[in-house]
């Protein structure tokens, strides 16, 4: 039984006690996300033996908040260019660490 998207939800809360976040879901694309960013999956509910829910925990650190009221960062023409500059001397080099972004690795 899949939810309807009006039914479905994450929700987050910080356990003091135990020092870890708790993260429960019922939408599987959300789930796969927590799992790959290296949340341990305590729990899975089931219905009929489909999967339908989620329960995480992850580090204190995991989640972080940031000010809203910060602009966000502009990048001015001159550094776009210098950018572009720069990616295109990466592009001319023959060896193919340097072409991966890895020219300080030895070939």
């Known amino acids: 039984m899949r939810y309807l998207p009006e039914e479905r939800e994450t929700h987050l809360h910080y356990d003091a006690t135990d020092k870890v976040w708790k993260a429960w879901t ?6 796969e996300k927590l799992r790959k960013c290296g949340w341990k999956q305590i729990h899975v509910g089931k219905d009929g033996g489909e999967e339908v829910d989620w329960l ?3 580090e204190p650190n995991a989640i972080t ?3 809203m ?3 966000k960062r ?3 023409e001159a550094q776009i260019k210098a950018m572009r500059e720069g990616r295109a001397a990466v592009d001319k ?4 660490n340097a072409k991966n972004g ?3 690795v030895p070939a």
């Open 102 to 104: 890895n020219a300080h």
């Open 26 to 31: 019922n939408m599987p694309y959300m789930a």
């Open 69 to 71: 009221t910060k602009p």
């Open 74 to 76: 502009t990048i001015s």
């Open 65 to 67: 908040f940031r000010d």
């Open 93 to 96: 080099l023959p060896d193919e």
């Open 56 to 58: 995480f925990v992850g």
